[in-house]
């Protein structure tokens, strides 16, 4: 299994439960990786025959401006089923950060796995 990777991807959206949080939008930061197999496109050199990680991006921003979630996880949820149905992806890690929701704390957030096989 090989992986394509994205590091930081930073997004600004409407993410919370409370009052401040439904009319500021925030900054969350994700880290993907997703299972792939590069072999034909080392062979080829072609885009086509791998997994687009600009496409990947391009296509969780503009879901993500868009999104309204109050939480995270339903957040990380739906982007890994994004990834799973629409970039043929067997298997996705993401890591979702947001940054500056406890007072001491860098960042909070949460990190799932998930695959075609549950």
């Known amino acids: 299994m090989d992986i394509i990777f994205l590091r930081d991807l930073r997004i600004d ?7 401040w949080e ?25 885009i086509d025959d791998t997994l687009n ?4 991006a391009k296509r969780l921003i503009g879901f993500v401006e868009a ?9 990380a949820e739906r982007i890994t089923e994004i990834i799973l149905a629409e ?15 406890v007072r ?7 990190i799932i796995e998930r695959g075609t096989r549950g």
Do not use: C, H
């Open 13 to 19: 959206t409407l993410i919370g439960i409370y009052d």
């Open 22 to 46: 439904r009319r500021v939008k925030q900054t969350i930061s994700l880290d993907l990786e997703m299972a792939t197999d590069i072999r034909k496109a080392a062979a080829t050199d072609a």
């Open 53 to 56: 990680y600009k496409a990947v």
């Open 67 to 75: 999104s309204e979630f109050q939480l995270v996880e339903t957040l």
């Open 87 to 101: 970039f043929n992806v067997p298997w996705v890690r993401l890591t979702l950060n947001k940054t500056g929701a």
């Open 104 to 110: 001491g704390a860098r960042d909070v957030g949460v």
